[in-house]
Nanobody, 126 residues
Framework: VQLVESGGGSVQFGGSLRVSCAVS????????FGWFRQAPGKEREGVGR???????NYTDSVKGRFTISRDNSKNTVYLQMNSLKPEDTAMYYC?????????????????????WGKGTQVTVSS
């Protein structure tokens, strides 16, 4: 299983970025995926998840600003980030459960038992 994030960068307060996660070696269309982030010295924070039917949910701090989507034809998950704030600065990681049946439970993208990629850095300046 490989998850490869891309698209991070540096933006100013209020700007936008879209990060992508290319997935291989995995039953993509059957599974949920998610994003988590980690800033230096802080714990992992789940950002949100998308289920196989396209339904999503998000942590409160990003609701209304971030959108997760997926393209099953490209085995890719996206995280669109708008109205970015300095507190959004972190390494962003794409995550998948080790088995798709876990998606029906209280699966969180920040769980240490997940598959995840190497991450992409997002930096927001004020």
């Amino acid at each position: 299983v490989q998850l490869v994030e891309s698209g991070g960068g540096s933006v100013q307060f209020g700007g936008s970025l879209r990060v992508s996660c290319a997935v291989s070696g995995y039953r993509f269309s059957d599974s949920c995926f998610g994003w988590f982030r980690q800033a230096p010295g802080k714990e992992r924070e789940g950002v949100g998840r998308i289920d196989s039917d396209g339904s999503t949910n998000y942590t409160d701090s990003v609701k209304g600003r971030f959108t997760i989507s997926r393209d099953n034809s490209k085995n890719t998950v996206y995280l669109q980030m708008n109205s970015l704030k300095p507190e959004d600065t972190a390494m962003y990681y794409c995550a998948a459960p080790v088995a798709s049946y876990l998606c029906s439970g209280s699966w969180s993208p920040s769980q240490i038992t997940n598959f995840w990629g190497k991450g992409t850095q997002v930096t927001v300046s004020s």
